[in-house]
Nanobody, 122 residues
Framework: VQLQASGGGFVHTGGSLSLSCAAS????????VGWFRQAPEKEREVIAA????????YYPDSAKGRFTISRDNTEKTVALRMNELKSADTGTYYC????????????????WGQGTLVTVSS
């Protein structure tokens, strides 16, 4: 499985940014996918996750109401739309293929994208 993340960059506080993750695996539509963020000197944390069919999503409190995850199984892509960005959203964002059809806490990640840097500043 190969995942390719893109779309990071610099954005001002309060702005928006979209990330995209493209997969190469033929079983893409079998597994959930998550977006994860790793801030400087912090552990990687899940920011959003979407079920294999796109019908179920998960967001931690820090992302609820601001981030939206979606997927296109025909194109084998997962997008993350981020609005009302804060400086605390700064970090490297990774997409990850989950070893399950639905996200759950502690679900193993079977493949990672290469990461894309998002910097939010005034």
């Amino acid at each position: 499985v190969q995942l390719q993340a893109s779309g990071g960059g610099f954005v001002h506080t309060g702005g928006s940014l979209s990330l995209s993750c493209a997969a190469s695996t033929p079983t893409f539509d079998t597994y959930a996918v998550g977006w994860f963020r790793q801030a400087p000197e912090k552990e990687r944390e899940v920011i959003a996750a979407i079920s294999y069919d796109g019908d179920t999503t998960y967001y931690p409190d820090s992302a609820k109401g601001r981030f939206t995850i979606s997927r296109d199984n025909t194109e084998k892509t997962v997008a993350l739309r981020m609005n009302e960005l804060k400086s605390a959203d700064t970090g490297t964002y990774y997409c990850g293929m989950l070893d399950a059809a639905y996200y759950y806490r502690g679900v193993p990640v079977t493949a990672w994208g290469q990461g894309t840097l998002v910097t939010v500043s005034s």
